[in-house]
């Protein structure tokens, strides 16, 4: 019976996960250019003040189906320097439709590991940003770069949401102990034996 239980709490978090997934993604790109121009800000500040890019302006060019193709560019003496942002952000949503589907969360927990993932995520988007406009050049020159961090990206939700949600149930594991059996103590006759 718990065979079958368990089966159907698998089959359940997969159909609310892929429902979730889903409508996230859509909407996610729908406002993926009102994210894209919080992303120039925060990414435009560091390279300007701290990286030293003469960084004159940014724009974001939403294009394609449901903003898919949508271009972070940032002026840069007078030159366009230019990265696509969908594929890269588009992390968050998978994230977010893990946690709404995981069974058994508290509201203030699920509430908090939303935001904590949320963060990490942003931060790494970001973070990417600048390093790779940075070190387009580079970058550029160097073809495993890209392909290794698409990889990264790609599984980053799932570690978070394995990390945040199940982290005590992870800890837990380690800790269990067999309970302790009282042996019955020994007569001096078994004893001599």
């Known amino acids: 019976m718990s065979t079958k239980n368990g089966r159907w709490s698998v089959t359940l978090f997969c159909v609310k996960f892929l429902v979730f997934v889903i409508v996230l993604v859509v909407l996610w790109w729908l406002v993926l250019p009102y994210y894209g121009q919080a992303l120039i800000q925060l990414a435009g500040a560091p390279l300007k003040y701290v990286l030293g890019m003469p960084i004159e302006s940014g724009h974001i060019d939403a294009d394609g189906m449901l903003n898919t193709n949508t271009v972070l560019t940032f002026v840069v003496n007078g030159h366009f320097r230019g990265m696509p942002i969908a594929l890269l952000v588009t992390n968050l949503p998978p994230y977010v439709a893990l946690v ?10 699920r509430l908090r590991i939303l935001a904590y993932g949320c963060g990490i995520l942003c931060f790494f988007h970001v973070g990417f940003i ?4 940075r070190f387009q050049d580079t970058m550029e020159q160097v073809s495993e770069i890209p392909t290794a961090v698409a990889q990264f990206f790609l599984t980053m939700p799932f570690m978070l949401w394995i990390v945040f949600a199940y982290w005590d149930r992870i800890m837990s594991l380690g800790q269990e102990q067999p309970a302790k059996v009282d042996a019955p103590p020994c007569s001096r006759d078994d004893s001599e034996e």
């Open 130 to 133: 600048v390093v790779a406009l």
């Open 100 to 109: 709404l589907a995981t069974a058994g969360l508290g509201w203030k927990r």
